[in-house]
């Protein structure tokens, strides 16, 4: 069964600063990648997906995530957070036209 | 804009009176999802109808219920609704060619008291 893990449940920034949310998956054959952003009371906003290809791939709002086989990852990355970005990240396998979630990070953008 | 809307945003229902959530799309998507998410927690998937065939994942309660009276509208029911059930549902849609993951809608807030 596919299952999702993201090792971080909140992350703390600066605004400016880099950022990097970690993800890994497990899952037997080449999967289908996503991340979700989700504001407080909100649903959940496609950020960007990985199905084939390129392995570094860009998404909305100035994100990135590289896959990586070797490493079973698919982090997400954004050169320079902004207050907005506060918000909760969700990493996700899909298979069969469903998708398992990771428990989700926090994250918090100290001005 | 094509979309997934979820109708209404907040509900709030006494405990064991049944509720109905409900969900629309504009998207003509032939999948459409329902997502309990507890506070603080993964969206978990509680079933999905492909078309006209209804999915149930195995640990979903029986006390949620499904209908799909029509491509474009997906309802969600809540029998007896226990303290438990308070959460976010989420509805979302996908196509299945050329799958490219789903589109929410905003999300209902259960609340029961």
């Known amino acids: 069964a596919q299952s999702v893990t993201q090792p971080d449940i909140h992350i703390t920034v600066s605004e400016g600063a880099s950022l990097e949310l970690r993800c890994n998956y497990s899952?037997?054959?080449?999967?289908?990648l996503f991340w979700y952003v989700q504001s407080p009371g909100q649903g959940l906003q496609l950020l960007l997906k990985y199905f084939s290809g390129d392995t570094l791939v860009q998404g909305i709002k100035g994100f990135e995530a590289e896959f990586k086989r070797s490493q079973s990852s698919f982090n997400l990355r954004k050169p320079s957070v902004h207050w907005s970005d506060a918000a909760e990240y969700f990493c996700?396998?899909?298979?069969?036209?469903?998708?398992?979630f990771g428990k989700g990070t926090l994250l918090t953008v100290n001005p | 804009d094509a979309m997934v809307i979820q109708n209404p945003r907040y509900q709030v229902t006494q405990f064991g009176k049944p509720v109905t959530l409900s969900c629309s799309q504009t998207?003509?998507?032939?999948?459409m999802y329902w997502y309990q998410q507890k506070s603080s927690q993964a969206p978990k998937l509680l079933f999905h109808?492909?078309?006209?065939?209804?999915?149930n994942e195995a640990d979903t309660p029986d006390n949620f219920q499904s209908r799909r009276p029509n491509t474009s509208f997906c309802f969600l029911d809540i029998r007896s609704p226990g303290l438990g059930d308070a959460a976010m549902y989420l509805c979302?849609?996908?196509?299945?060619?050329?799958?490219?993951?789903?589109?929410f809608g905003s999300g209902t807030r259960l609340t029961v008291v």
């Open positions: 996700a396998v899909g298979s069969n036209y469903k998708l398992t």
């Open positions: 899952y037997g054959a080449t999967p289908y």
């Open positions: 109808y492909y078309d006209k065939d209804f999915n």
């Open positions: 998207l003509n998507h032939n999948v």
């Open positions: 979302a849609t996908s196509r299945e060619e050329g799958w490219n993951g789903y589109t």
